[in-house]
């Protein structure tokens, strides 16, 4: 016979949610998996899109400066988040599986966290790797053009990476989301951790459509900047 726990665990979510819920979380499985699919041949559509539109800055000294505040802000955050998840796990007076493990998992958030911002910084030391280079004839406003691209390129540039660390820890929300789901049969849970996965699956179709939007604003802003200079170019 099939355990009666497992039909409940099986159809919670019509329980809980009504069928609506659960015709809807069969229809995100396969949006995620047509996400994923779609994932691996837009990254290389964002690397070329890094290398297809160039920009450039007078001195890289304040990428340099930029990236130094920013490793250095990524390492505090990386110390006082793990303090304060061990004072966390310290306040409770008896030793609980459940709160050991929560500080193991915080932990490796953090970990994660921590190598995308060093990843984030030392793209602020290698400007160069999103494409952009130094030109002494740049203007300051065209410098802020560049820094502000920079934004745009950087998520370009770590579209891999980006998008595996919210599909881990969309699993890391899903394993604790079913956990619940079993034991107290919520579900809402299990559609917040699908929908992290699928942020994940589809982040780099979001990053090249944020690019492809704005930065042809930056594009306008560039050409009209370089109006004075197209009789000294002669």
Known sequence: MIDNSFLSFLFSSIADGGW?????????????????????????????????????????????????????????NFFS????????????EYFFAEQFFSL??????????????????????QPEKVNITVDKSSTVAEDLIALLTF????????????SQTIILYGVY???????????????????????????GAFAPLLFYLLFLFLFPIFNLYLAILHIPKIGKDH
């Open 20 to 76: 609506s819920g659960f015709f809807l979380n069969l229809a995100l499985i396969p949006a995620l998996l047509i996400g994923l699919n779609f994932s691996d041949k837009i990254k290389n559509a964002n690397k070329e899109l890094i290398d297809a539109n160039p920009t450039s800055i007078s001195n890289p000294i304040i990428f340099k400066i930029l990236g130094f505040l920013f490793f250095i802000f990524v390492a505090i």
């Open 81 to 92: 988040s793990v303090s304060e998840l061990f004072r966390d796990f310290l306040y409770f």
């Open 104 to 125: 193991i998992m915080g932990i490796l958030i953090q970990i994660f966290l921590t190598i995308v911002g060093f990843a984030i910084a030392n793209l602020y030391f």
């Open 151 to 162: 934004g745009l390129k950087v998520p370009l540039a770590l579209t891999t990476m980006l």
């Open 173 to 199: 929300l899903l394993f604790f989301a079913l956990i619940s789901l079993y034991t107290q049969g919520i579900f809402a849970p299990v559609l917040d951790a699908v929908a992290t996965l699928m942020l």
